[in-house]
């Protein structure tokens, strides 16, 4: 039996404790973006509200860190049942910072088609403080002295144990449908501007711990599957080094690319120049 945490927005939100703490953020609707999803849940990684784009590559999916800038981390459950997603930025889990195994961490629980957004280490029971992106050298994980993972998000989703029904439970089951996940709207694809920090090309990106914001939780129990249903891992860079890996074309490239898609077939009729007719 594990515990976990959920957010309210006018009670205690949860934390699940293995000692599991899962907490729960507000539910909010969700929007249809291009987001790493499994067949249980979603993640996807918020700038000002919006979806970063995401590039599959190199086995694994990228976003582009955008210096100095906040960001935030949204969960949506996908199935009738509730979930608990252990959730860590960096290495560190995102609820008590431990680097424990996935079955024994901290977990964020989620009600059948529940939406609910991470914007930060969870501090206390009251409090969180902001993820952005920076430095390794002044990343959180740097401070705490475990950089071993920087550059990583990842999600491992556990479903809660299907409870054993009666035969009457079963029969009145029967006639009732699941809820369908609400209808979803497909976001502005404009990309986020970049902070006017200064920047070197050699940095590579990782998590600052930032500005504490409210965010209550509470503790639940769930009694959860042995194995986890699915795992979303992300690895975040800035574009310099998006580059370098081959996830995104340099500047020449895209330049190059942008002359040739305004080529033509023709123009103005005239004969092929001779360059064998200097004379002429």
Known sequence: MSSQARNHPHKFPTVALLTTIVTISL?????L?????????RIEVLVDGKPLPEFPARGTTYIEALRGREYALRLTNLIDRRIAVALAVDGLNSIDAKTTSASKASKWVLAPYETTTISGWQVSSTDARRFFFTTEEKSY???LGQDANLGVIEAIVYREKKPRLTLGQWLGSRSKAAPAPAGRARPSAEAEKQSGEPADADDLAA?????????????????????????LRLRYEYRQQLVHLGVLPSPEAEAALARRERANGFSDFSFAPDPFNHGR
Do not use: F, K, M, N
Not at 33 to 41: G, R, S
Not at 208 to 217: M, T
């Open 27 to 31: 539910v909010t609707p969700c929007g």
């Open 207 to 231: 998590t600052g711990i930032g500005r504490r914001v409210d965010h209550r939780v509470q503790r639940v129990h769930l009694d959860l599957e042995d194995h986890p249903a699915s795992e």
């Open 141 to 143: 994980g740097t401070w």
């Open 33 to 41: 973006v291009e987001a790493l999803e499994a067949e249980v849940c």
